[in-house]
């Protein structure tokens, strides 16, 4: 038994653990094996991906909780098969001499292993609810499971895409399921969970296989390329598996593929033009210009890349993929350091993150979607395609709802084009109008605009200078906005400040939407795009904490003062009120006597202080 054992196991090269004996001298030549049957898993150790099911179903047996059904579901793929023929030989494992239990430890091979791990054990049936979806079917199965195993300790019953099953035949299983006898058991495996009725669910012991991880499913590629002599690049590999999209056996399916493509040492160029991909380099030079609103130059790229190889939905799909990596790095910075990414994605897609606002990503990737969806459907994909990036360049600027009524309250709205310019106003050359990296999208002032896509804006609203948070305690006095003026005030801690961007933390008690708010009224009052965040970094003191500064320096000077300790020894209990500036007080005068009803002095800040509020020196 031991040496037939051995000698069925060892033609099996994907299996761990043994040594393939030496072929007989006129022994045919073993058909080819694709990869993904090839390096199947035969144990849960050479499970990837997906420790969380491992690590419940090792304590499982080793508990001796075995459920009598567990349903296995996820994308295709993620091996929920091949996790049903392991269980199925954990259940059955036995060693030559007859002994052994249910057990997890499968490093060796029993009696039982081979054929189950293969799919021929006379007590593992592996059903295509598919094509076995009726009553009839299941009936069969109802009748057939009441009988003892041939050979095995359990008749294992694994039923694959179950959700084909009709809802009759689901019913009746449900009786079979619920009390199966103690030497059956069940195993579903489907990719649509939601169409299993709850009381098939309520019944099994469920486990979502998730999606492999890109990082780990290279490493996998890696290791089954050097266990066959063949020479991949790392970036080759990423694209293998940034394609399988967390499918491990279409990961296999995409290198079998691409070793036969490239019959030598497989380079990114090769899988390239073998998956109809566009250079990401290119995509993101593509992604660039339609920010930028040169239209020529994106149908010029576009058309390149389909005269390469490339397909229009795929360009499309990347460019949507480059926009939701941007988005990613803009709200999670900490994504840069993924190590799936290449050096052009952690570079420019982090300087495209910091230029580029929220909405107009968003938009961006709104247009996308809805653009490859027409593109799949058209009769000439390039020429879909082409119209998707026009309609890209010219909707990056469009005003936003409240811009939009405020362009109709001001009355321009009635003459104005898609970016709130009048009709009239030029154009830039490549027709794009002011877009993403040329206008207001753009994070402010950081990339300042040519005067010429400027000018346009200017005639709907004049640009206000801001150059320190004073300008903006000004502005908010200017327009009257009391509550912003004080939280600017007393809340703000100054971080970093320049045109276009405030980063500052927050005191105790601050608005939660003390950032929007302060951002959407700079954009109002200004007619540009800031950014405003809150960081965690440690900010300097507050306006109003400056100011107080300021007030106990003046006193103290004061208070030094030889006249001033002669008036307060002279009169003891006397006490310094306020200290001011002559020259502050002479400028305020005249504006104070001008109008009584006026606002306070913007050179003051707004207080709500305890002290008497006059000059001099209390007695």
Request: net charge negative.
């Amino acid at each position: 038994m031991t040496d037939e054992t051995d000698a069925a196991t060892s033609d099996e090269p994907g299996f761990a653990g043994f040594e393939p004996a030496p072929a007989p001298a006129l022994a045919a030549p073993t058909p080819y094996r694709v990869l993904a049957r090839k390096y199947r898993p035969a144990h849960f150790g050479d499970l990837i991906g997906q420790d969380a099911m491992v690590r419940t179903l090792t304590n499982a047996f080793t508990a001796g909780r075995i459920p009598q059904a567990w349903m296995l579901t996820g994308v295709r793929g993620v091996g929920k098969t091949t996790t049903a023929r392991i269980l199925a030989r954990a259940l059955n494992y036995q060693t030559e001499d007859g002994g052994g239990a249910p057990t997890t430890d499968l490093a060796r091979f029993g009696i039982h292993c081979k054929d189950i791990i293969e799919g021929r054990h006379i007590d593992v049936m592996e059903i295509d609810a598919a094509s076995n979806n009726g009553v009839d079917n299941v009936r069969q199965i109802n009748d057939a499971v009441r009988y003892a195993p041939v050979s095995a300790r359990y008749k294992v019953y694994i039923i694959d895409e179950v959700h084909m099953l009709s809802a009759g035949a689901f019913n009746a299983f449900l009786k079979t399921l619920e009390e199966p006898p103690p030497h059956a058991r069940f195993i579903f495996a489907t990719t649509e969970i939601r169409k299993v009725p709850v009381t098939v669910l309520s019944r099994c012991q469920r486990f979502d296989l998730r999606r492999v991880d890109a990082s780990l499913l290279v490493s996998h590629l890696s290791g089954i390329c050097k266990a066959e002599g063949v020479d991949a690049e790392d970036e080759a590999l990423a694209a293998i598996a940034r394609a399988a999209e967390g499918s491990v056996r279409d990961s296999l399916s995409i290198l079998d593929q691409a070793i036969a493509h490239a019959a030598g040492q497989i380079m990114l160029d090769d899988v390239r033009s073998m998956l109809g991909l566009a250079d990401r380099a290119r995509i993101i030079d593509l992604f660039e210009v339609v920010m930028k609103g040169d239209i020529a130059a994106a149908l010029g790229e576009l058309r390149a890349q389909y005269d390469a190889g490339a397909d229009p939905v795929v360009v499309l799909t990347d460019l949507a993929e480059f926009t939701h990596l941007v988005t990613r790095l803009k709200l999670v910075p900490e994504a840069l350091k993924d190590n799936t990414l290449n050096q052009a994605e952690r570079l420019r897609g982090g300087d495209f993150a910091q230029r580029l606002s929220i909405r107009v990503l968003a938009r961006t990737w709104q247009l996308l979607l809805k653009g490859i969806t027409e593109v799949k459907q058209a009769d000439r994909p390039v020429m879909a395609a082409e119209m998707v990036l026009v309609r890209l360049a010219h909707a990056a600027d469009l005003p936003t709802p409240d811009e939009a009524l405020r362009m109709l309250r001001d009355g321009s709205g009635a003459m104005s084009g898609g970016n709130g310019a009048p009709s009239s106003a030029p154009r830039p050359p490549s027709g794009g109008g002011n877009t993403a990296l040329a206008a207001r999208p753009v994070l402010a002032s950081a990339n300042p605009m040519p005067a010429a896509m400027a000018a346009p804006r200017a005639m709907a609203q004049p640009l206000v200078q801001v150059a320190s948070l004073e300008d903006v305690v000004a502005l908010a006095s200017q327009h009257r906005d009391i509550t912003l003026k004080i939280a600017l005030e007393r809340d703000i801690r100054p971080v970093r400040f320049e045109p276009g961007r405030i980063e500052f933390s927050v005191t105790s008690g601050a608005s939660r939407t003390l950032a929007t708010d302060l951002s959407r009224k700079l954009k109002e009052w200004t007619g540009q795009t800031w950014m405003v965040a809150v960081v965690t970094a440690e900010g300097g003191a507050t306006l109003r904490e400056q100011a107080e500064a300021e007030k106990d320096r003046r006193e103290s000077d004061a208070a030094s003062h030889p006249a001033v300790k002669a008036v307060l020894e002279r009169f003891p209990g006397a006490r310094i009120v306020d200290v001011r500036d002559p020259r502050a007080a002479a400028s305020e005068a005249p504006a104070a006597a001008s109008s009584e009803d006026e606002y306070l002095a913007e050179a003051e800040p707004l207080f709500d202080d305890s002290e008497p509020d006059f000059d001099g020196i209390d007695f």
